[in-house]
Structure formats: C-alpha cells, structure tokens
C-alpha cells in the first residue's frame, strides 16, 4: 500500500505541474533561419540569417561554423560522406555544391543564381531547386544530374512542399505571387485561382495543407486547403506570422516573427484557439518552426534570433480539447493495470501510446469506435496516449500501474 501511495502521490505532482521545458541545441545565440535534419549521418544542418553554415554532430553534440564564402540558404543530403547545399545571391559562382564531411571542401554540382531553396523528398527520391529573379525550378533524381522545368521558367519559386504525388511551389512575395500545383510528381502543373501569398507552408499526415500570409495586411493569417493547394479558406487571422508545422500529433504550430512566440493552434479550443509555449524561450522571434521528419517523437524545433530550442515535453499538463457537439474520447480505467478501453464518437483508425519523451510504445489499428488495448507489458509509469480519428487527434495522459 505504501509503494502505490507513493506512486500515486508522484504522478499527482506530475500531472499537477502541467510544465514544458526548452533545451538548446546548435548554434548559441545565432539568428538562425533555418534547420536541415539528417543531411548526413550524424549530421545536422542550421543555417544563420547571413548565411553561414552550421555543422552539427547530434552524436557528439558538437557545432562548427563554416564559411563557405557566399551566403549558404539551404541544405540537403546527398549520402554518407556528402551533402547538398545551396549557396549566393546573385553571383557567377551561385548555385548547387555537393560539401564533403571529411575535408569541408566543395565541389560544383550545379550553376545558376539566386537560389531559395533545395530540398529532398524522401517519399519519391526526388530533389527540387529553386531560383529566384526571372529564375527557375530545378529537379533531379540523384542529386548530381539536374534539368529545369519548363513550366517555372521565369518564375520566382521560393517555397515547395510534398505529399506523395502532389508538390506545392509559391512564387517569390510581390506582385507577381502565386501557388502552383502538381498532382503527378512534376508531370504536370497548373496554378491555383483563388491563392493568397504563401510564403512558409506544411502538410499533415493525412494531406491537409497550411500555409502562411505574412506581413500585417487585412489578408494576413494562416491559411488551409483540403485539396492539395488548389483552394484555400482562412482558418483565423493573425498579423505578423512567419511559420507554421505539424508535430506527430498532427497539432498545429505556429510562430510570429516580432515578439509573440510560438503557440498552437485547436479549432475547437475557445477563441482564438491559440494556447502558447513561450515560457523558457530567450527570443520571442520566431523565424522557423520545424519538426524532424525522420523522428517519430512528438519533438518541435523553434529557429530564433537567439538560437535553436526544442522540446519534447510540451504535452505535459496540455490536453487538446474536444470539439464542441462531438462527445468526448474515453479511455478507461485510469489508473490502469492490464487493459484500457477507449470509446470514440467518431471512428478511430489507429492508437498510439508515448513516453513522455516521445518514445512510441505501443501502436494499434483501429477502424472502429471502441477498442481494447493490452497495456500489461508497458511499465508502471505517465504515458500519453494519442488517440487518432482521420483529421482529429485526441491527447491525454493515462496512468499505467
């Protein structure tokens, strides 16, 4: 009795402390613009707001500053020894290098001026580059042997999202913006009518797409398709927003460039739905959100003017509220033992059980709205179990005794 008191009393101050902490990692203090994950192993990329690379060993947890003489803006991997960057601004010498671990040396892989981005999809082994000022977008299936698509030529890409077949590009910001849309892997494009400025954009898991209006016009907001960019609809209004990202939960964050933070966003929270994990962030500026694509863990990366934060505990002591009319996800009992049943209003497709540091435990499919989950194997401990129902998720703390 006394150990299941003791257990009881420490969860209590757990669940009671609803507290999130954010962790340093790369650059100290730098403007960071940008984070590239697993360029190459054990590697990760940062770059600052002037251009200068970052080198970041996550095995040693050692970061290096390289110049490599002409701002770099984006990085990709390209294998084990090499990775990708994009580097100038306008110059002769502007274009795609491969960058060896080893020696820091660079070769040329690739000439053209003013680049915006370069990026890998993982899904279909596909490289996109884009160049701005009467530029172009460029692909390649190995990185190495580029060619232009025809159809961007004298456009201004600036920013491209993926999933599966379908590839997002936004035009640079100005008169001559627009979102452009390809439902076959780059066979075909065609431009979206109704699009506003989208400068930062992310897909979930399940195709939603959001994308940023920036600046402080009447306009100015996050903004959603449900058919892969080729309409948008506001989903709330916000001056000054600069980024915007899923984590495995498929919460959605977003960032502020001037002093208002990063929060996350809930349609069915109380209006304006926002709830905000700026406490412990030195820099309220926020110029990136990101979350690795190859971590599974529910980890959300800020890129600030002082540095690069984490966290993975942010979903302690938070619980998404349920949508209004919709009933509520059950998971009983709780405390639990051996088994767990969860019932559902709506039809859930698949459960997930998390450490609180992220760590998948337990994975379930569905497809129906009850369940009963065989937990006895989990430790005795606070997980958090997340509960997937196509586009809504539900997050709660369960107690495993």
């Known amino acids: 009795m006394k150990k299941i008191t003791a257990l009881f009393f420490a969860l209590s101050l757990a669940f009671n402390a609803g507290a999130y902490t954010w962790n340093p990692v790369g650059p100290d203090s730098a403007a960071i613009t940008r984070i590239c994950f697993d360029v190459g192993t054990p590697y990760w990329a940062f770059i600052e707001a002037d251009g200068l690379l970052y080198l970041y060993d996550y095995g040693t947890q050692e970061c ?67 160049f701005k000022n009467g530029g172009a977008l460029l692909t390649s299936t190995d990185g190495t042997t580029w060619e232009t698509v025809p159809y961007f030529q004298g456009k201004d890409p600036a920013g491209i999202a993926f999933y599966n077949e379908h590839i997002i590009v936004t035009t640079a910001p100005g008169e001559e913006f627009g979102v452009y849309c390809s439902h076959d892997g780059g066979e075909t494009w065609s431009q979206t009518v109704n699009a506003p400025l989208i400068t930062d ?53 977003v960032g502020w460039e001037e002093n208002d933070g990063v929060a996350v966003y809930n349609p069915a929270a109380p209006p304006p739905g926002l709830t905000f994990f700026n406490e412990g962030l030195p820099s309220l500026n926020i110029n990136r959100i990101a979350t690795n694509p190859w971590m599974s863990a ?104």
């Open 64 to 130: 290096e500053a390289l110049n490599l003489g002409l701002p770099v803006t984006d990085a990709a991997p390209l294998n084990q020894d090499k990775m990708l960057v994009s580097i100038g601004y306008g110059t002769y010498s502007d274009g795609i290098y491969a960058f060896d671990f080893e020696t820091h040396s660079t070769t040329v892989v690739e000439w053209y001026p003013w680049p915006t981005f370069l990026r890998y999809d993982q899904t279909s082994g596909t490289y996109w580059a884009g």
């Open 201 to 253: 954009m992310a897909f979930d898991y399940n195709g939603y797409l959001t994308g940023i209006f920036p600046d402080n016009s009447y306009s100015s907001g996050l903004w959603g398709s449900e058919d892969f960019g080729e309409t948008w609809d506001v989903v709330f209004w916000s001056m000054g927003l600069s980024s915007v990202a899923f984590d495995v939960f498929q919460h959605i964050f």
């Open 298 to 401: 529910p980890a959300i990366f800020v890129c600030t003017d002082m540095g690069v934060w984490y966290s993975i505990d942010y979903m302690v002591g938070f619980d998404q509220p349920e949508a209004a009319g919709n009933g509520q996800i059950i998971v009983t009992p709780n405390p639990a033992t051996d088994r767990i049943r969860v019932e559902s209003p709506l039809p859930v497709q698949n459960i997930r059980i998390l450490t609180l540091a992220g760590k998948s435990v337990l994975f379930h499919k569905v497809n129906a709205n009850r369940a009963v989950l065989d937990i006895s194997t989990l430790s005795p401990g606070i997980y958090l179990i997340n509960v997937n129902s196509g586009r809504k998720n539900t997050v709660k703390k369960i107690i495993i005794l």
